[in-house]
């Protein structure tokens, strides 16, 4: 029985079942990882997105808050082939639409060959074709939403291992996934979060010893404050960043960013170090990439399917960023050395 149907570009429609009930709207993109649902689901990151799971089955080993990258479900709506009550309840008791029983393999290849799009989904026993054609109208585009990260940052400064021996690092919070912090914490470090919108001076107060960028939703451009306090402290302080953190970097020291195709979904992306010519299997969830790095960033690694900047890197100035998410949480640990030479710089 259709209780359920995703209205997509072009006002295509595909019938499913409705695993939660509701209707909303975003951008559809998918992820290929074929494990950790409960990590990508809780991953600001995916802050109003409609994510797709490619991996035919979701809710296989149950669902667990200590593998929560935070305190809630970020996507406004969720897609997969099969999907067990586990997942199907955790979603309805956080009123997140999913539905199930449709052939993702179709929405990631249309996604493949027209780009990222937005869809609309209504799914429960009223649900009609009309309801999920309606919120594809109403759907806006990511860009569009400028003050996205003040629903992922955190409200104040919040204080993480105060009484670690390590470096003391000013976090900004763009929607930081957990395990971000808690490899910086694991090393030590005594983490500062701050909001997403904070000031040099705040920044300042914390006298950190590296300032570090956070992921986040959407368009990097939306995150200028974050720039404003890279463009004041650049080569005042070592500076890191992993995925939004490498664009909103790059955009403040002359780079430039700009939206992909479709993007960087899943756990099996392989990055080459061009110094050294290695290769490693890397996390991604990203839709934007650095056009062009500018002058002070130097492209370290790069994406072997499409040469994309995956690592830009200023050694006199005591800057690392990475686009892929080297804590993984889901996927290959072969980057977390990353964290180990961030606090390094931060110490040296
Ligand atoms: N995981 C992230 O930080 C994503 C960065 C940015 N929102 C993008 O989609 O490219």
Redesign the pocket.
């Known amino acids: 029985m259709t209780d359920a149907f995703v209205a997509i570009e072009g006002d295509r429609i595909i019938e499913a079942r409705a695993r939660s009930p509701g209707t909303t709207r975003g951008e559809l993109v998918f992820t290929t990882a074929y494990t950790g649902y409960e990590e990508s689901l809780t991953?600001p990151?995916y802050e109003e997105q409609l994510l797709t799971f490619s991996y035919p089955l979701i809710g296989n080993y149950g669902v667990r808050e200590e593998r929560f990258e935070s305190d809630r479900v970020h996507p406004r709506g969720v897609l997969a082939r099969e999907m067990t009550e586990d997942v199907a309840s955790w979603l309805d008791g956080e009123d997140v639409p999913a539905v199930d029983h449709l052939d993702t393999r179709d929405i990631v290849t249309e996604i493949r060959d027209e780009g990222a799009m937005r869809a609309g989904i209504a799914a429960g026993p009223d649900a009609t074709r009309e309801d999920a054609l309606e919120q594809l109208d109403q759907c806006e585009h990511m860009s569009d939403h400028t003050e996205i990260g003040a629903q992922v940052s955190v409200d104040g400064p919040t204080v993480h291992n105060e009484a670690g021996d390590g470096p003391r690092v000013a976090l900004v919070d763009?929607?930081a996934k957990g395990s971000i912090i808690d490899s910086l914490v694991e090393r030590d470090a005594t983490v500062h979060a701050l909001p997403y919108d904070t000031s040099v001076s705040d920044i300042e107060a914390v006298d950190p010893d590296l300032l570090f960028i956070?992921?986040?939703?959407?368009?990097?451009e939306n995150f200028e404050r974050a720039g404003e306090v890279v463009d004041s402290l650049v080569g005042e302080v070592p500076l890191a960043g992993?995925?939004?953190?490498q664009?909103v970097v790059a955009n403040a020291l002359g780079g430039r960013t700009e939206k992909?195709e479709f993007?960087h979904r899943g756990v099996n992306q392989p990055v080459r170090d061009l110094r050294s010519g290695r290769v490693v299997m890397t996390t991604q969830?990203?839709?934007?990439?650095v056009a062009d790095p500018g002058d002070t960033l130097h492209v370290t690694q790069v994406n072997v399917n499409d040469d994309t900047p995956e690592g830009l890197d200023n050694d006199d100035l005591d800057i690392i960023t990475r686009q892929y998410?080297p804590e993984a949480n889901p996927g290959p640990h072969d980057s977390l050395s990353f964290f180990d030479d961030v606090v390094a710089m931060a110490e040296d």
């Open positions: 991953d990151s763009c929607g956070s992921n986040g939703p959407g368009d990097p992993i995925c939004l953190g664009q992909m993007g969830n990203h839709g934007y990439t998410h």
